[in-house]
């Protein structure tokens, strides 16, 4: 398993987890997540797809407390995404 699909199913797995959590600590939850991958795998197209689609729903969860079920869906088709390319 590479990095990047290790990454993946660990944000996956989180993902899923952080969904059926109160706004505030699913997006502390996830920032904690998102602030580690962004420091611990290089960069990759792909990579850098699925961490923006991350980033926005953590920074709408932040801002506003509400993330519509596109965001969620966004954030998991990329990561989900990013695990077959890596795999």
Known sequence: M??????????????HGAR????????????????????????SASRSDASGA???????LEATGLATNDDWEHAIETMLSLANQSS
């Open 54 to 60: 991350l980033g926005t729903l953590v920074g709408k």
């Open 20 to 43: 059926s959590l109160p706004p505030a600590e699913a997006a502390a939850k996830l920032r904690a997540f998102f602030n580690s991958i962004n420091a611990s795998i290089p960069q």
């Open 2 to 15: 590479t990095p990047e699909s290790r990454l993946a199913a660990a944000a996956l797995d989180l993902l």
